[in-house]
């Protein structure tokens, strides 16, 4: 059977977070549509302002578009907790979102590399690969990746 790319999956367990409650049966955060319980029993209490999602939050179960619907849960559960003033800033100032995430990894010399850079890395990986009847050759080293992002 002619075949173009074999992908073996060899299972996973979560393994616990500190801080954060852990079922070790299931290996998984306890939690309800994303929020996360105080512990693994029925009467366990949601805590409040901590979300979970992936794997972590439902275990090693489905393919990988069922992490997005995974997200959209948490994510809608937070967006519910925030309408209805259960999740707050705690410091009731506006945060500074992107702006200040691009001033902080400047402040620790983080290099970033933007939509724009990875768009240039998968045309050449993609470039690469058609030359030896592949569908992409992956750039395999940090300088190679930054070189190709950043012409």
């Known amino acids: 059977m002619e075949c173009g790319l074999v992908l073996k999956s060899v299972g996973y367990k979560s393994i616990p977070v500190d801080g954060l409650p852990f079922d070790h049966r299931k290996g998984i955060v306890p939690n309800v549509q994303g929020r996360v319980l105080s512990e693994a029993s029925e009467d366990a209490q949601v805590e409040k302002g901590l979300y979970v999602c992936g794997w972590l939050k439902r275990g090693p179960t489905g393919i990988i578009a069922t992490n997005l619907y995974c997200a959209e849960e948490t994510v809608a559960s937070i967006s519910e907790d925030v309408e209805r003033g259960v999740v ?11 702006e200040g995430l691009l001033q902080l990894l400047d402040s620790r010399n983080v290099k970033i590399v933007p939509f724009g850079g990875w768009e240039k890395i998968d045309s050449e990986e993609k470039r690469r690969g058609s030359l030896k009847n592949k569908p992409r050759e992956k750039l395999t080293s940090w300088q190679d990746l930054l070189e190709v992002a950043t012409k």
């Not at 707050?88 to 992107?98: C, E, I």
């Open 88 to 98: 707050t800033s705690r410091s009731g100032l506006s945060k500074p979102g992107r």
